[in-house]
């Protein structure tokens, strides 16, 4: 089992919509997480830390629920420039785990 | 500022030839890494750095060594490059693990 998960998607989803991506990580000693995005043959970029009280950052909203070990990131009202590969990353003690990513397409 | 910078972008190699990837940043970051990304994988960790003279594994080391004599750069050695080991190759940085990475443009990599 890969010690982060995420489903590879595609979600294909019209400009205006709301999606959300879930992520689950097996190891409970995880310290730190976060949520990446990498456009097609680029570099990763951070998109956000993710913090146990949630946070926000315009559109995005990011969850962590340490006691069921999964990480979400909800995108609201979805534009043509957020079509992106997303990925969920933890941090344990230094050692980053990446999941595979979850890909975006957003359709005029 | 040139944030982190690799060497070469691309790259060709032989079974059994041995390189160097070459990572340096100027934003003096203790937090150094190198990751594999193969399609359906995600990136993997091979090699980590929290400071110049420290280093340590992450997931994938074998056949990878790293050396870190100074806070700007990280370089990644192939001892002898196999098949297996095509890949895009990123170099990250970062004040600490807990805090955002920032990745080099990445080295492509084909070994025949």
């Known amino acids: 089992r890969k010690e982060v998960e995420q489903d590879p998607g595609p979600f294909n989803v019209p400009e205006g919509a709301t999606v959300a991506f879930n992520c689950t990580y097996s190891?409970?000693?995880?310290?730190?997480f976060f949520w990446y995005r990498q456009d097609c043959r680029k570099e990763p970029k951070l998109l956000m830390s993710?913090?146990?009280s949630g946070n926000e950052d315009g559109r995005f909203t990011a969850q962590l629920n340490r006691a069921s070990q999964y990480i979400s990131l909800l995108i609201r009202d979805s534009k043509l420039s957020d079509s992106a590969t997303y990925l969920c990353?933890?941090?344990?003690?230094?050692?980053?785990?990446f999941g595979a990513g979850t890909r975006l397409t957003v359709k005029p | 500022n040139a944030g982190v910078t690799q060497t070469p972008k691309f790259q060709v190699l032989k079974t059994g030839q041995s390189m160097t990837l070459q990572c340096a940043q100027d934003?003096?970051?203790?937090?150094m890494s190198w990751y594999r990304q193969d399609p359906g994988m995600g990136l993997r960790l091979i090699h980590y750095?929290?400071?110049?003279?420290?280093?340590d594994q992450g997931e994938v080391p074998n056949g990878y060594n790293v050396s870190r004599s100074t806070t700007e750069d990280f370089p990644l050695r192939l001892l002898s490059a196999a098949p297996s080991q095509t890949s895009v190759y990123f170099c990250?940085?970062?004040?600490?693990?807990?805090?955002?990475?920032?990745f080099g443009p990445g080295t492509r990599l084909l070994v025949l």
């Open positions: 190891n409970s000693a995880s310290q730190s």
């Open positions: 993710v913090y146990s």
């Open positions: 990250a940085s970062s004040y600490s693990s807990y805090e955002t990475q920032y």
């Open positions: 990353v933890v941090n344990n003690n230094n050692d980053m785990r």
């Open positions: 934003m003096n970051h203790e937090y």
């Open positions: 750095s929290v400071g110049a003279g420290i280093t």
